[in-house]
């Protein structure tokens, strides 16, 4: 029956005692909490998360659900906040499935000073005061060790026609399929979701960090020694296959910034794609000077379905999408 | 031509792969956290049963297939082709062998099948969820047996086999489930 929960009231029990636990984390460490607007003038880029636009209300411009608080959160890292962190309610058009719902709760903090296997760190810490108790020390491997162990093919320097090759030999498409399509990034991600992920994270949460430099989106890229290829110093975490938190080592160079928002504009138009304005206010931000930094965000709804080991992202939600 | 979009293929849609129809199965949705979009389809091909699964980007679309579904009448088998006739407008058709693989055991005339259409073409014919039939040949039950438990192998008036309990004996009337093809009870008159 539809007006019912999704989720049992024990379920909704175990999730406040949740977000107590972070609370608690957090200020313990002297991590500040805050709270940004959920409603923007503008909106992420990227080039595969889709926002969801309101009309703007007394003849107003268009107004943008966050997909995420970070531009927000970086501007009051700017301004001077110091380490802070944000339980925040995040939409994102057509990600409905087992593991998604178009709203969640990601959990999003940022730790000046940090690099980026600080904040991992960090995060193995938060990981298994909240859910993973008992678990060994948490895997660590690069993008590039990963595919090579799993997919047997150099996510770096493999064509496109290679990862095609890879992604039929192992058996993920068939041999008609995408035809025409020679974007490197778009055969990473399919043999990364179809066939590396489900294998992450089985006997202890396992992160992945250094993507291509093509994946970088908000982190910093350090460029290679000689010949080796530049990285992009993000990260994620996995846990029994499934993806749960996503950090970088920040960007702080507006210019640079700035180029990878029209990058992403450009590319988003030339794909047919709703084409939202960027943040200007983070690119003030930036050249004001944001501290070095490092950043992550984590799905909390997963990271409890884990925990309880419950079938689907649903049973974490008072109320899933279909009974929203 | 109509099209669906991998956000609106639920089980039981009905689409035009390679110029094959299948049916839905299964609709599993992927992304990595900042990467495409994919929805991973189970689809069964509904001529030959076939379940395979295809990946697709997320938003991509295939064309539907033009499928109905019909309840008619079956009025006899002439040994190639299996006649039915709609019962509200008496038009007839003729199903061929691979149409009827799973309903032809269980029919003798006159039942209301379900028949799958595809561009005006049957596909497939279902049968009834019940059918009530005699058994023709069984070997006796062993005395005493009145369980239902063990059972033995009996052949339909249709050519149908079924198991049965071992007190059922030739010449009974027997209700079957054709979904599974479970014997269910004695439908003595």
């Given amino acids: 029956m539809s007006w019912r929960p999704s989720a049992t009231i024990e379920t909704l029990k175990a999730r406040a005692e949740q977000n107590g636990s972070v609370r608690a984390f957090f200020a313990a460490r002297g991590v500040l909490e805050v709270e940004t607007p959920i409603l923007s003038a503008h909106a992420t880029v990227d080039r595969h998360i889709d926002s969801f636009s309101t009309a703007g209300g007394n003849g107003g411009d268009a107004q943008w659900l966050q997909t995420s608080p970070e531009f927000a959160m970086k501007r009051l890292l700017a301004a001077g906040s110091g380490a802070i962190y944000q339980i925040a309610r995040v939409f994102r058009v057509e990600e409905l499935g087992r593991h998604h719902n178009t709203e969640f709760s990601m959990l999003e903090w940022y730790r000046p000073g940090y690099s980026m296997f600080d904040l991992m760190d960090e995060v193995e810490a938060l990981v ?66 179809l066939h590396v992920s489900p294998r992450l994270g089985q006997a202890t949460p396992s992160f992945l960090h250094d993507f291509p430099a093509s994946m970088a989106a908000l982190s910093r890229v350090r460029n290679g020694q000689g010949d080796e290829p530049a990285v992009a110093e993000r990260f994620e975490l996995f846990w029994h296959g499934l993806e749960l938190a996503n950090g970088f080592h920040e960007l702080t160079d507006a210019d640079e910034q700035r180029r990878r928002f029209e990058a992403d504009q450009a590319w988003r138009r030339g794909h047919g794609k709703v084409v939202p304005p960027y943040d200007a206010h983070l690119i003030d931000a930036l050249a004001q000077g944001l501290p070095d930094c490092s950043g992550v965000a984590l799905g909390l709804d997963r990271l409890l379905m884990l925990k309880l080991g419950l079938p689907e992202l649903a049973a974490t939600l008072a109320f899933d999408r279909s009974r929203a | 031509m109509a099209t669906v979009s991998t956000n609106e293929m639920k089980s039981g849609t009905k689409v035009l792969v390679d110029g094959e129809p299948y049916s839905v199965v299964d609709n599993e949705y992927r992304k990595p956290g900042k990467g495409q979009a994919t929805n991973t389809i189970k689809i069964r091909n509904l001529k030959n049963g076939r379940v395979l699964e295809k990946t697709l980007k997320s938003g991509d679309s295939w064309e539907v297939a033009d499928i109905e579904e019909t309840d008619m009448q079956f009025l006899y088998s002439d040994g190639e082709f299996w006649h039915f006739m709609n019962p509200a407008s008496f038009e007839q058709v003729q199903a061929g062998e691979t149409a009827m693989i799973d309903a032809a055991k269980w029919l003798k005339g006159e039942e209301s099948c379900k028949v799958l259409f595809w561009n005006g073409v049957p596909l497939s014919v279902t049968a009834p969820n019940y059918v009530i039939l005699a058994i023709t040949e069984t070997d006796p039950g062993l005395r005493g047996d009145t369980s239902g438990g063990g059972g033995k192998p009996a052949t339909l008036e249709t050519g149908a086999i079924v198991r049965v309990p071992l007190f059922v004996q030739q010449g009974e009337i027997v209700k079957v489930d054709t979904r599974t093809g479970e014997y269910l009870g004695r439908a003595n008159k």
Avoid: K, N, P
Wanted: proline fraction near 0%; hydrophobic fraction near 45%; charge should be negative.
């Fill in chain 1, 128 to 193: 298994r005061t909240l859910a993973a108790t008992g678990v060994g020390s948490f895997e660590r491997l690069s993008y590039r060790q990963a595919f090579q162990r799993h997919a047997g093919v150099d996510a770096f320097t493999a064509e496109g026609d290679e990862l095609r090759d890879a992604a039929l030999r192992l058996g993920l498409i068939g041999a008609g399929d995408f035809a025409g399509e020679t974007e490197r990034d778009f055969w990473l991600d399919l043999i990364m979701s």
